[in-house]
C-alpha cells in the first residue's frame, strides 16, 4: 500500500500504531497490559515475517521488538526495515531478556535501535519512552501534513517566482531555484543569510558543488526520486562560506516546462542545526528522568530488606554464642552493609532534584561525586589530592552541580588510563568589580592533556576525542550551567617534562554565608 494513500489524508491528531514483537504470547499479553493506559493502536505480532505484514499494511509509529526470535530475529527485522525508505524514520526498541554485550548493544543501534530495555521491564519506564516516541510520530505526521500543503502551493507558483522575488527574499529559509543541470537560478536572502554568499556570487555556480553537500543516501537515488514522484526531502549536510558544517533540512519539487519535461528543481532549505543540538538535549534529559525514576523504584526495593538485615545483625554481633573471631566477621559485615546503604542513599539523591534553589554545599558535592569514582580512581591507580581551603556554599540546584562536577572528574579520570594526579581545589575569592564573594573550583589532572587544535572546540556540542565513547555533550552543557549561574568555567592544559598537566576552573557566585574554617584542618589529602 502506498505511503500517501494510508498516510496523507489521516487525521495527525489521532492514534498512532503500535507495533509489539515477540514469539512469546505472555510476553505480548503483559506489552498489551502495560501499553494499554497510553490509549494508542496496539498491534501485535509473533514473528518477524508477521511484523512485516503488519508493516506494510499499517502507518507503524513504533517497533517494540524482541532480539531473539526464531526465523526472522529483532536484528533482521530491523535492517528489513532501515532498508524500506518508508520504515527509516519508525522508531524501533529492542527488549531481551537475556544480557547482551556492549558489541550486541552497538549491532542494535547500528541496526536503527532508538533505545534498549531489558527484561525484567519496568513498566512506568516503558510507557514513558513509547509515550515520548509516540507523541513525537504525531507531530511528524501533522509536519508532514502541513509540508504537504506548502510544497503544493509552492510548486503551484514557481512560476511566479521571479516576479515574486522582492517577497521570497522576506522569507527566513533558504528559496533555490537551480536548473537539471544543478546551476543555480534563484538565490533568496534566507540563502544569503544561511549560507553566507550573496547572490550574484553563486547564480550560475554549481549548487552542491559550492555547499559541499553530502546527501543521506547516494546522489543517483535522490535523482531517481525526483524523476519520479517529482520531489524529495531530507537532511543535508552542508558547508556554510566560513566553512562551519550545518545540518539543511531540504524539500525538493521538481518544475515541468509546458511540454512536461523537468525544467527547473525549487528547494526550500531550512538550518536545523540548533534544533537537533536541542532534540539531543532533550533525549538525555529523558533519559535522567527515567533513570532517576529507576532509581527511586530500586532504593525502595532494597531499602526494606536492607534495613531488616542490619537490624539483624545488630542483634547478632553482641550474641553470646559467638566467639571473638566469628564477632569481628559480623561486625565487618555489618559495616559492609551500612556501606552498600550508604551507596544506595548517594544514588538516589543523583537522581532526584528538588523543585527551589537551595544552598548547596560544593565541598558535600564534590565529595558525593569522588565517592561514585572512588572504584574507578583505585583502578586506575590514580592518586587523589583534595584541597578544601573554603567551606563554600553557593545557591542553586544540587543536581545541576553534579552533573557539572561529574562530568569534569569523569573527563579527568579518563584522562589517566595508567595512573596520575588528581587534585581538587575549593578556594573562595572576592570580585572586586562586584563586591561579591566568589567560589573557585579546580580539577587538576596529570593525564594526556589537551591538544591546541582541540582547546577551540572543546565547548563546542558534538566536538568530542573520545570516538564512539562520547557524545561531545558533557562540556557544553556544563558550560550552559554554570552561566546559567552567571559563573564562569575555563580551562588550560600545560605540557611539562613529566608530561601534561591540564586544570579546569569553574566560578561561582558565593554564597551570602561563607565560612572559612581553620586552614591547617581544612587540608585533607587521600590517596588510594
Known sequence: MDHEEYGGKRNPNEKVNILLVDDQPAKLLSYEAILGELDENLIKASSGTQALEHLLKNDIAIVL?????????????????????????????????????????????????????????????????????????????????????????????????????????????????????????????????????????????????????????????????????????????????????????????????????????????????????????????????????????????????????????????????????????????????????????????????????????????????LELQSRNIQLQGITLEKRYAAEATVHGFPGEFRQVFMNLIVNAIQSMPEGGHLRINVRKRFDTRTMKPKVSVSIIDTGSGISPEHARELFEPFFTTKSTKGTGLGLWISKGIVQKYEGKICFRSVRQSSGYTTCFQVMLPGHAAVSVPDTASAYSAMSS
Open 65 to 369: 521488538t524482541d532480539v531473539s526470535m526464531p526465523g526472522i530475529d529483532g536484528f533482521e527485522l530491523a535492517d528489513m526495515m532501515r532498508q524500506h525508505p518508508r520504515f527509516q524514520k519508525t522508531a524501533i526498541l529492542f527488549i531481551s531478556g537475556i544480557h547482551l554485550s556492549d558489541v550486541d548493544r552497538i549491532k542494535a543501534y547500528q541496526r536503527g535501535a532508538v533505545d534498549y530495555i531489558s527484561v525484567p521491564v519496568i513498566p512506568e519506564v516503558l510507557r514513558a519512552k513509547v509515550s515520548v516516541f509516540a507523541e513525537l510520530h504525531r507531530k511528524r505526521r501533522q509536519l508532514e501534513a502541513l509540508n504537504r500543503q506548502l510544497e503544493q502551493r509552492v510548486a503551484e507558483r514557481t512560476e511566479e517566482l521571479s516576479e515574486r522575488a522582492d517577497l521570497l527574499d522576506l522569507a527566513s529559509d533558504a528559496i533555490i531555484v537551480r536548473d537539471m543541470n544543478g546551476l543555480t537560478r534563484f538565490w533568496n536572502s534566507g540563502a544569503e543569510n544561511i549560507y553566507g554568499w550573496r547572490r550574484e556570487e553563486i547564480l550560475g555556480k554549481d549548487l552542491h558543488a559550492m555547499l559541499a553537500t553530502r546527501f543521506p543516501s547516494s546522489f543517483s537515488e535522490v535523482q531517481s526520486s525526483l524523476a519520479i514522484t517529482g520531489r524529495w526531502e531530507g537532511n543535508l549536510h552542508q558547508r556554510t562560506r566560513d566553512g562551519r558544517e550545518i545540518t539543511a533540512a531540504c524539500r525538493k519539487v521538481v518544475k515541468k516546462d509546458k511540454t512536461g519535461s523537468p525544467s527547473v528543481v525549487l528547494e526550500t532549505v531550512r538550518d536545523i542545526t540548533a534544533t537537533l543540538r536541542a532534540e539531543e538535549v532533550l533525549r538525555n534529559a529523558e533519559k535522567m528522568a527515567a533513570m532517576g525514576r529507576v532509581a527511586g523504584i530500586i532504593a525502595h526495593e532494597i531499602n526494606n530488606p536492607l534495613e531488616a538485615i542490619l537490624n539483624i545483625f545488630h542483634l547478632l554481633r553482641n550474641h553470646t554464642s559467638l566467639d571473638a573471631e566469628a564477632s569481628e566477621y559480623t561486625r565487618m559485615a555489618e559495616q559492609e552493609l551500612v556501606r552498600v546503604a550508604h551507596i544506595v542513599k548517594q544514588t538516589l539523591s543523583f537522581y532526584r532534584e528538588s523543585q527551589q534553589p537551595v544552598t548547596v554545599s560544593i565541598a558535600e558535592v564534590l565529595d558525593n561525586v
